[in-house]
């Protein structure tokens, strides 16, 4: 059960905030470049088919279903040190999954057998995703319970990791085309893998770096046990409090349509743009845009979590990304400032859940204490970090079967009904996934601002009866 350490530590304040928001930077260096690129990389440069690529990601997808879970009941069953409980894992990992993730871009194997390049490419992803990402992530996402109590700054670090999250993003999704991207004979936009692998050594080494002012950078305030049941606890273990905690199920689910969408639209843009469009500086200038408009969303997301509720938002959220990307469909616009118009108005809306939905895990997490009068940060996280594994894998999964069942080729990926198909599928995925998110949120999810206030209420009376 969690307890408040010695007054005596440093108050909360905008350190904390920055340095929580570094920790998301370094995270997204290698997991925003592996959702936008890695497809991209392995179907243009290595010679690998999408659907292959699509396999693999399901693959580490079931290896993470051990990996994570066991990572969060380690997490949760470490006693806190000086450093904290959550903290030394960050130091611990943070070189191990960034050499990975160098690694998973060896345009030096470009020349070698289909078989090895294949191996290679499920080996280090593997190891990158489920073993080192995961040794790190899960710390890191479930150490905002011990930052904080407060159901107020918890949403804060929530704004400020996904502005972190928002700064990598800007990074990748546009500064990284208009280097690894050049123009041939016939005007086509061609992937320089070469160029490509330096730019990931480039992110490794900032992922170093922003570990490392995450670790220094923020402080425990609120020592988290191990989780040991009080009287009141029912007799239950905690796979059970699990599979029955309606508000993780929730989030899961609407985790996994919101990742499918939102990383359909990243992924996709990698060939929307240069094969549909032909247009590289426009998918440059749509993610500018987009992540500028979502940092400017971010002073606004607390006040107005705390007054509508951070459930009722994100649905609105949702559901903007969802018109937006229909109504592009049925225009089908030929002019690609005017896509990138609709682009960033879903971008916008699904924003708005991207920047609460931190907060979210943390308020079921205090849901699961209050119901089960026990506190699990880690285990949680864990399920939360998977299902957010599964979308990737389920959003690179359907985009490679879907641009292979159009005919994408390296031959062919400049031919109308190609492109074409393309466009289908950038448009449909999202919306699709974006309803669907909307409505497991309404149905669903049970934690509406009344709801979280009341768990928020609960839990500072057990506490002050401790």
Not at 32 to 41: A, E, V, Y
Not at 432 to 439: D, K, P, R, S, T
Request: hydrophobic share 50%; glycine share 6%.
């Amino acid at each position: 059960m969690a307890n408040a350490t010695a007054s005596s530590l440093r108050p909360f304040g905008l350190r904390d905030k920055v340095s929580y928001a570094f920790g998301d930077i370094a995270n997204d260096c290698t997991f925003i470049l592996s959702s936008t690129f890695l497809l991209k990389f392995y179907t243009d440069v290595m010679g690998i088919e999408a659907y292959v690529v699509g396999i693999m990601m399901m693959v580490a997808r079931c290896v993470d279903a051990v990996t994570d879970m066991t990572m969060g009941r380690i997490v949760d069953l470490t006693k806190p040190g000086k450093a904290g409980k959550f903290r030394p894992w960050i130091l611990r990992g943070s070189g191990l999954v960034a050499i990975m993730s160098f690694l998973m871009y060896p345009v030096w194997f470009q020349d070698m057998s289909l078989a090895f390049k294949t191996v290679w490419m499920f080996v280090t992803y593997l190891l990158w995703g489920s073993v080192f990402y995961t040794m790190v992530n899960i710390p890191y996402g479930s150490m905002a319970s011990a930052i904080t109590p407060e159901p107020t700054q918890r949403t804060q670090l929530s704004v400020y990791r996904n502005a972190g999250a928002t700064i990598a993003s800007l990074a990748i999704s546009a500064g990284v085309p208009m280097i690894v991207y050049y123009q041939d004979a016939d005007g086509n936009q061609i992937f320089n893998g070469s160029t490509f692998s330096m730019v990931a050594l480039g992110f490794s080494i900032a992922a170093i770096l922003c570990y490392f002012v995450c670790y220094f950078g923020s402080t425990e305030r609120v020592k988290i046990a191990p989780p040991a049941k009080d009287s009141k606890a029912p007799k239950t273990n905690f796979v059970r409090n699990l599979v029955t905690n309606r508000a993780l199920l929730a989030i899961i689910v609407a985790a996994i349509f919101l990742l499918l969408s939102q990383l359909t639209i990243t992924s996709m843009a990698q060939y929307v743009f240069p094969n549909f469009y032909r247009n590289i500086p426009a998918q440059s200038t749509a993610a500018t845009i987009g992540s500028l408009g979502i940092l400017a969303l971010s002073p606004v997301a607390t006040p107005l979590a705390k007054k509508f509720g951070k459930k009722e938002l994100s649905v609105i959220g949702a559901l903007v990304g969802a018109a937006s990307y229909l109504i592009c469909f049925l225009v089908r616009p030929e002019n690609v400032w005017v896509f990138v118009a609709f682009y960033v108005i879903a971008y916008l809306g699904m924003g708005v859940f991207n920047i609460l939905i931190w907060a979210c895990i943390i308020d079921v997490i205090d849901y699961s204490e209050v119901k089960n009068h026990i506190r699990e940060d880690g285990t949680i996280y864990s399920c939360y970090s998977f299902a957010r594994k599964l979308g990737q894998a389920a959003s690179s999964g359907l985009s490679g079967a879907l641009i292979t069942m159009v005919g994408y080729t390296d031959a062919t990926k400049f031919d109308p009904e190609v492109t074409n198909g393309i466009f289908n599928i950038a448009c449909l995925v999202p919306v699709i996934g974006f309803v669907l998110v909307a409505l497991t949120l309404i149905f669903l999810y049970p934690l509406s601002r009344k709801v979280v206030e009341s768990n928020s209420a609960e839990l500072e009376r057990r506490r002050a009866e401790k």
